[in-house]
């Protein structure tokens, strides 16, 4: 059982930043990943980042949003920069373990206009 632990989200005007920080427990983690769902919308990807590094990004963040991980911590972040008001979510920390998706609790991102 992998158990993920978020922190990091808050309040902020447009413009400004904030960093989402996911350290997980358990073994035999690969891909970890951020997603976010706001109110009315379904889940959808933010960033993933596998054990060697490779990312892939929506559309929506790429040259706003930066991830990265330390494997021998197991904990992933995003770098979130120039953020707008349409990136208010709840954002979900994620772990592949033998390709079964672990969730965390979320953490809320409020972006004010």
């Known amino acids: 059982q992998v158990q993920l632990v978020e922190s990091g989200g808050g309040l902020v005007q447009a413009g400004g930043s904030l960093r989402l920080s996911c350290a997980a427990s358990?073994?035999?983690?690969?891909?970890m990943g951020w997603y976010r769902q706001a109110p009315g919308k379904q889940r959808e990807l933010v960033a993933t980042?596998?054990?060697?590094?490779?990312?892939n990004y929506a559309d929506s963040v790429k040259g706003r949003f930066t991830i990265s991980r330390d494997n021998t911590k197991n904990t992933v972040w995003l770098q979130m920069n120039s953020l707008k008001p349409e990136d208010t979510a709840v954002y979900y920390c994620?772990?592949?373990?033998?390709?079964?998706?672990?969730w965390g609790q979320g953490t809320q991102v409020t972006v004010s206009s």
């Open positions: 980042i596998t054990r060697g590094g490779f990312t």
């Open positions: 994620n772990a592949e373990v033998f390709r079964a998706p672990n």
């Open positions: 358990g073994s035999f983690i690969n891909t």
